[in-house]
């Protein structure tokens, strides 16, 4: 299986914007469906955005809907995940993950919102 490598996390203030790349190192990958994850420190890992070969059909968890906007760029061969208005509770590591087929866990990245 490929190993994704997601990129982009860091420390940013409430309310900034961070945005996160998922590609593979040194291949091209395919999918069906794709996932952005996050996992803070002591909760579950937990879906918070998914996206169809294509584009054309996106989904969010609640908390994140209207703020988070995941995307694909074909020529890249990338996943993006775009994190607007953030807040300290979107404070995790995220992760992208191939939904199907299903995909092996990457390193993440950290994302950090201060209050």
């Known amino acids: 299986q490929v190993q994704l490598v997601e990129s982009g996390g860091g420390l940013v203030q409430a309310g900034g914007s961070l945005r996160l790349s998922c590609a593979a190192s040194?291949?091209?990958?395919?999918?069906?469906?794709m996932g952005w994850f996050r996992q803070a420190p002591g909760k579950q890992r937990e879906l918070v955005a998914m996206?169809?070969?294509?584009?054309?059909?996106?989904n969010y968890a609640d908390s994140v809907k209207g703020r988070f906007t995941i995307s694909e760029d074909n020529a890249k061969n990338t996943v993006y995940l775009q994190m607007n208005n953030l807040k300290p509770e979107d404070t995790a590591v995220y992760y992208c993950?191939?939904?199907?087929?299903?995909?092996?866990w990457g390193q993440g990245t950290q994302v950090t919102v201060s209050s």
């Open positions: 993950r191939s939904l199907t087929p299903v995909g092996i």
């Open positions: 996206i169809n070969s294509g584009g054309s059909t996106t």
């Open positions: 040194g291949r091209t990958f395919s999918y069906k469906t």
